[in-house]
């Protein structure tokens, strides 16, 4: 029997079921060898799902889509940090270190406002694999156009975790105070 692509809508149905049954990210090229077709044709139609209001994020590990909070309490925090290309790794395992997820950075870009990008790490290994697509494809890190300067939303189960990521990012000198 030939394997035949999936179309359209079902196709675009297809993804919409395997990322809200999946805990983890699934890559572009994992989507696209599932249902026969190109990334591309992947990227449009995560596109497509966007439009409609989909709550489906892009990460560094692939696309998810974000379910309704748990019934766990998560706190969430935004912090101001600097630091030099080469501290990134370092930062974020001290905030994967003490159980804080990092959701995403921000800078405030002089031409186009604030730019935000998902990062959704929240321990080591995706740390690792975060670092090692930078590092693969020779991306730039937003903090690059702030000269070091961005913002992370971090969550956590407790307020205390946050406030020991914090503590240990001041130790460092990568938290920028008020």
Known sequence: MEDKKILGEERRNLLLQLLKDSNQPITGSDLALRTKVSRQVIVGDITLLKAK???????SQGYMYLKP???????EKTIACFHTPEQTEDE?????????TVKDVRIEHPVYGDLTASIMVANRLEVKQFMSKVNATNAAYLSELTEGIHLHTITASNEQKLLAAEEALRNKGYLIES
Do not use: F, K
């Open 92 to 100: 974020l395992n001290i905030l994967v270190d003490h159980g804080v």
């Open 53 to 59: 209001n989909e709550p489906i994020i892009a990460t």
């Open 69 to 75: 909070s748990s019934p766990a309490p998560l706190y």
